[in-house]
Nanobody, 125 residues
C-alpha cells in the first residue's frame, strides 16, 4: 500500500529556509515519479518540483528555480524539498505526490495518483 507522509513545514521569516521531508512506503522513490505540489489560499494546486524519470531528471516551476532543490534518499525511501530564500508568496500547503510510472511528462497534479496529507509552510515576518 502506497503511503506518503510529509513533515517539516512551519513558520519562517522571509529569506529563511526550510526542508520538507516525505517518507514513502509501498514503492521505491528512486524508481517512480514523485514530486512536490503546493496550494496557496484561493489558488489552484501547482507543481513545484518533480523527479520526472528514474534517471533523476527534474522539473522546477519558474517561480522556485534557483531557490528550491528536490532530492531523494534511496536508503531512507524519502523525498525532500530544500527551500531557500523563501518569500511570502511561497506560503501554501505543500503536498508530496507520486505516480507509479518511470517517465512523467508533466509535473501537474492530474498526473499524480498518490498524495500525502500536506504540510503548511508560512513565510511571514
Amino acid at each position: 500500500q502506497v503511503q506518503l507522509v510529509e513533515s517539516g513545514g512551519g513558520l519562517v521569516q522571509p529569506g529563511g529556509s526550510l526542508r520538507l521531508s516525505c517518507a514513502a512506503a509501498g514503492f521505491p522513490v528512486y524508481y517512480y515519479a514523485t514530486g512536490w505540489f503546493r496550494q496557496a489560499p484561493g489558488k489552484e494546486r501547482e507543481g513545484v518540483s518533480c523527479f520526472t524519470s528514474t534517471s533523476g531528471s527534474t522539473y522546477y516551476a519558474d517561480s522556485v528555480k534557483g531557490r528550491f532543490t528536490i532530492s531523494r534518499d534511496n536508503f531512507k525511501n524519502t523525498l525532500y524539498l530544500q527551500m531557500n530564500s523563501l518569500k511570502p508568496e511561497d506560503t501554501a500547503v505543500y503536498y508530496c505526490a507520486a505516480v507509479l510510472v518511470t517517465q512523467l511528462r508533466q509535473c501537474v497534479d492530474s498526473n499524480m495518483n498518490y498524495w500525502g496529507k500536506g504540510t503548511l509552510v508560512t513565510v511571514s515576518s
